[in-house]
């Protein structure tokens, strides 16, 4: 199978950096611990797959990351920027994924079947239960995808599709899953809120 680049985007876990959203049901302190966690938990997750995974990251410097995430991942530093300029400076010309680092439900047979689809297909996508989406791959760059876009909002996953169907590409759609994002969604993973303890 053609080698795929995995790509996450990770924030160092500093209170009141990460997580920010849930700081109202578990303070900055918890919210960044179960950052820690599930980012570590899907770096993991990706490294087992066998194809090269690199983190993106922010907060911290790439020495903190290494301590956090071992040296299996390469590590590229986000650029300044909103989240187009990151995903734009971080594509290659060549077969990706890019994965969010807050999905708790992203499973080994997930992953394989989005690495598996992307052989077949220009694009995959796995859809969030917010509108959203928690990961997507093509097989070549696509900006148009990036750019110019409500992001954090229920519109991205459907400008997403809009837009693939006006360049003429059907994608491959993942399981739906739901993000951690929000204190009600923590309601749907009771088991998370140990991680944040301190």
Same mark, same amino acid.
């Given at each position: 199978? /053609?080698?795929?680049?995995?790509?996450?985007?990770?924030?160092?876990? =500093?209170?009141?950096?990460?997580? /920010?959203?849930?700081?109202?049901?578990? %303070?900055?302190?918890?919210?960044?611990?179960?950052?820690?966690?599930?980012? %570590?938990? /899907?770096? =993991?997750?990706?490294?087992?797959? %066998?194809?090269? =995974?690199? =983190?993106?990251? /922010?907060?911290?410097?790439?020495?903190?990351?290494?301590?956090?995430?071992g040296d299996k991942p390469d590590l590229a530093i986000q650029p300044e920027g909103d989240l187009t300029a990151r995903l734009l400076a971080a594509q290659i010309d060549g077969p990706q994924i890019f994965f969010g680092a807050d999905t708790p439900d992203l499973s080994a047979e997930i992953l394989d079947e989005a690495i598996s689809a992307l052989a077949e297909n220009r694009v995959v996508i796995g859809p969030a239960e917010d509108g959203g989406y928690y990961l997507i791959g093509m097989q070549k760059p696509l900006p148009s995808l990036f750019t110019d876009m409500a992001w954090s909002t229920d519109k991205v996953l459907q400008t997403t599709l809009d837009r693939l169907k006006q360049a003429g590409i059907t994608p491959y759609i993942l399981p739906t899953l739901s993000d951690c994002d929000r204190p009600e969604d923590l309601e749907r993973w009771p088991q998370l809120k140990e991680f944040a303890a301190p």
């Amino acid at each position: 199978m /053609t080698a795929i680049l995995l790509s996450l985007f990770a924030k160092y876990p =500093v209170p009141g950096f990460a997580k /920010t959203r849930l700081i109202p049901a578990l %303070g900055a302190k918890g919210a960044a611990n179960l950052h820690r966690h599930l980012a %570590g938990r /899907t770096c =993991v997750l990706l490294l087992e797959s %066998g194809h090269n =995974v690199t =983190v993106h990251y /922010t907060g911290a410097d790439i020495a903190a990351f290494r301590e956090w995430l071992g040296d299996k991942p390469d590590l590229a530093i986000q650029p300044e920027g909103d989240l187009t300029a990151r995903l734009l400076a971080a594509q290659i010309d060549g077969p990706q994924i890019f994965f969010g680092a807050d999905t708790p439900d992203l499973s080994a047979e997930i992953l394989d079947e989005a690495i598996s689809a992307l052989a077949e297909n220009r694009v995959v996508i796995g859809p969030a239960e917010d509108g959203g989406y928690y990961l997507i791959g093509m097989q070549k760059p696509l900006p148009s995808l990036f750019t110019d876009m409500a992001w954090s909002t229920d519109k991205v996953l459907q400008t997403t599709l809009d837009r693939l169907k006006q360049a003429g590409i059907t994608p491959y759609i993942l399981p739906t899953l739901s993000d951690c994002d929000r204190p009600e969604d923590l309601e749907r993973w009771p088991q998370l809120k140990e991680f944040a303890a301190p």
